[in-house]
């Protein structure tokens, strides 16, 4: 019988970041990014997870799961840790996948992140994307924009999430926090909402669909600051994803709107650190000068990569940019370094170099 709350302890004890629970398999921890064995744990069962599912989800969300396979939710832990959820099926049966949610919100500076990327929560309109893939820190860094205009500025804000992670206090800011399927239908009811609710800043969870994407494009150009992510691992793809969701009918009129509405787009991954104690984001920040803006009209976002090279004096650098002040400054190893670097090898294929002794 699996015991979540032991499992739950042993997660805040490692610093993990994520449960696994799979129907035969012994509970699998991420702890710095590699999975590990729970201690002591038996492996789980369909009854396991089945009476799992049953204690800990509401009605409706038991409906969603049973019609669609899946849900996510959002949990709280016996010591008041905060999970967010996500039950699914697979070819075993029921499973279950839990992140942790840091119990306060980090500042840029202590996710490690330059100092430049705060100025993102000092932007006043327009549409700031987060991007990375899966666990590649973006709620942290979002959570951590809204937490400095929260406390810095008088600004009504909004959140959209599915579910809802880091809980935020009012401080200066009005800040109204709502989940999706519960609070409201969905991403792009909720951006539409907030149109008719003098909102300063609205966070989007996701840019999932066409309709969300139309009405975050939208509610930047009214003067809001719209934050959304992406699963994209540049500007430039991030932008081509933007413009690709719509069809191809209207392409055209889009790249013209993203031109005009895209403030700022933060890719971002996570690297080991050399001393194996945690990790670390390695960035690329891409801001929308004019030169930026007319690439995108003109649909040359190949181009991209090369204006932001040339771009530092404006705010930007590129991904292997900040990777290698990672590797300089002593935070990932070299090895870490050319696994990490876009466009190069994982594997280091040369020969070992005869030691200096």
Request: aromatic share 4%; charged share 25%; glycine share 8%.
């Amino acid at each position: 019988m699996l015991d979540l709350a032991a499992l739950f302890d042993q997660v805040t004890k490692s610093n993990a970041s994520d449960l696994h629970l799979r129907v035969g398999l012994k509970p699998r921890l991420r702890v710095h990014g590699e999975r590990i064995e729970a201690q002591d744990s038996p492996a789980a069962t369909d009854g396991d997870l089945e009476e799992l599912l049953v204690q800990s989800l509401h009605d409706h969300h038991r409906v969603q799961f049973e019609a669609q396979g899946e849900v996510d939710v959002a949990c709280q832990g016996p010591l008041g840790t905060r999970y967010r959820t996500n039950y699914f099926r697979d070819a075993r049966g029921i499973a279950a996948s839990f992140r942790r949610i840091q119990d306060r919100v980090q500042s840029i500076a202590e996710l490690g992140m330059p100092a430049q990327v705060e100025e993102l929560a000092k932007v006043r309109r327009g549409l700031v994307l987060i991007t990375g893939a899966t666990g590649s820190g973006k709620s942290s860094t979002l959570a951590a924009l809204v937490d400095w205009i929260n406390r810095n500025e008088t600004r009504h804000i909004v959140t959209l999430e599915d579910p809802v992670e880091f809980v935020h206090k009012p401080i200066k800011s009005l800040i109204r926090q709502r989940n999706l399927g519960e609070d409201v239908l969905d991403f792009a009811s909720g951006v539409r909402d907030a149109l008719r609710g003098d909102v300063d800043v609205l966070l989007v969870g996701e840019l999932r669909d066409v309709e969300t994407t139309r009405a975050a494009l939208s509610a930047s150009e009214t003067g809001m600051l719209v934050f959304g992510t992406l699963h994209t691992n540049d500007a430039a793809q991030t932008i081509d994803r933007l413009i690709d969701v719509f069809p191809a009918a209207e392409q055209d009129q889009v790249r013209t709107v993203v031109a005009e509405a895209l403030a700022a787009v933060l890719s971002q991954t996570l690297l080991t650190r050399a001393s194996h104690r945690g990790r670390v984001a390695a960035t690329e920040l891409m801001v929308a000068t004019p030169a930026i803006q007319a690439l995108i009209r003109e649909g040359r976002t190949h181009d991209i990569p090369n204006f932001m090279q040339g771009g530092r004096d404006k705010g930007m650098w590129r991904m292997n940019d900040s990777i290698t002040r990672l590797m300089k400054d002593g935070t990932i190893s070299q090895g870490e370094q050319r696994a990490s670097m876009r466009g190069t090898p994982v594997l280091d294929t040369r020969k070992p170099q005869p030691s200096a002794t």
